[in-house]
């Protein structure tokens, strides 16, 4: 059975910026890579993105009375936040764990494999 996932990668915000040009081409030929190996392996990759710096964020709340708050980023006191996703389907967890290794930095945040749930059958 085919299931969608979500592959989320997080980062430091503040490494990418001081990273080269060389090391972020690095990072860029890991994310070839990864797409490569999902198409190899019958994974297929329905959408994604890089996501902008949180420094962009709008957060939206609610307070006690109801009353609509929000606030600009940064969240100064999150070291990692999430950089960028993709979205996967897929029959083989196990595989799409490993293929998601690639994007791994060795001693860096882990990339999170995710499920989406699915309300296609849900009665309406």
């Known amino acids: 059975m085919t299931t969608t996932y979500v592959v989320l990668l997080p980062g430091d915000e503040g490494a990418w910026e001081r990273a080269t040009p060389e090391e972020q081409a690095a990072v860029f030929a890991r994310h070839e890579e990864f797409s490569r190996a999902l198409a190899e392996r019958g994974h297929n990759v329905t959408g994604g993105a890089e996501l902008t710096h949180s420094r962009t964020t709008r957060k939206v709340a609610r307070d006690a009375a109801g009353q609509l ?9 999150t070291v990692e936040q999430l950089s960028g996703f993709y979205v996967v389907e897929s029959d083989d967890l196990d595989d799409l764990v490993q293929v998601s290794a690639i994007l791994a930095d060795p001693g860096g945040p882990p ?14």
């Open 69 to 77: 708050v929000v606030t600009d980023g940064p969240y100064a006191e």
């Open 111 to 124: 990339v999170e494999v995710r499920a989406a749930v699915d309300h296609s059958g849900d009665a309406g």
